[in-house]
């Protein structure tokens, strides 16, 4: 049977100071949220957050998250909002935190809000974290059975974090329509579990172009800290557009090769999501046998964001090819989203396109 299907979050608010709402937006979810944040993001999100709940019939009860998603940090968190009582759990932070809070709202059964302070992955949306190895290996995607009940991202809150970040986010998000457009191609199911739909697929599709459009003229304005109406259009596009098109459109390649390369040891551990997914993206266009011109389009577009397209970039100028073989065996492996690419690729092939794309960046 041919089935399509489309999940997302029940609500999404964006907005400069929206942050200061989170205790209205979130009290006819839950009125005892526990509430997780890092010890630095929570130093920056504290205030706005306390004020909010001042005058609230509900109250938070805060655990701070210790940084790493461990199983035994997941069981200390998930047992103080058991103790609480808690009827909802709020992440605050970066993807290890917002995975977290996931994951234990999965466990006791209540609903999630996410709070994501950068813009920086396509993950805030989705009903499913990325499971990685003690040693940040990939391990595979943990489903869950719902989407968060409300993402609420704060533009001011995202654009005070690093530029970095923000870039990664684009990046991220540039990876949405072509791993879409082969996941279309090849008959392949989306992360939802079905066929993509048509709305999927126009999400995708305003995602790219509003990238192509405002990337330049927001990347200036976040780098300054000024929140603009081109600012809050690639916040949306890096967190909502990316996130819904992702999940109900589908993953190939670009993801692919970036599980690939965290089988790597070394500085390349340093790189963001968002930027393992930037050269992905190129090693799929090269896997794809597109013309040297539309990846430059790519490439250009990378660079105008000082985001990384040739090995030294990507910290790699002295990989073996064997090292790239391992890569190619990870992306390739069992289950992997290359299969909406194309089932045959192959290891060499992978590493083959890795070096390729250095060539042509270069
Ligand atoms: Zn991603």
Redesign the pocket.
Known sequence: MRKFIFRSPSRYIQGAGVINDLAKETEMIGQSPLLIADEVVWRITQESIDSSFLNSKSDYHYEQFNGEASRKEIDRLANAGKEKHADLVIGVGGGKTLDTAKTIADELNIPVVIVPTTAS???PTSALSVIYSDNGVFEGYKFYDKNPELVLIDSQVVINAPIRLFASGIC?AM?TLVEVKATIRSNGNAMAGGKPTLAAQAIAEMAEKTLFKHRIGAYKSAKEGIVTPEVEAIVEANTLLSGLG?ENGGLAGA?AI?NGFTALQGEIHKLT??EK?AYGTLVQLVLEGKPEKEITKYVDFYNSINMPTTLKSMHLENVSYEDLLEVGKLATAEGETMENLDREITSEQVANAILAVDALSK
């Open positions: 992955t396509d993950a991220d990876a992702f993801h970036h999501h968002g997914v």
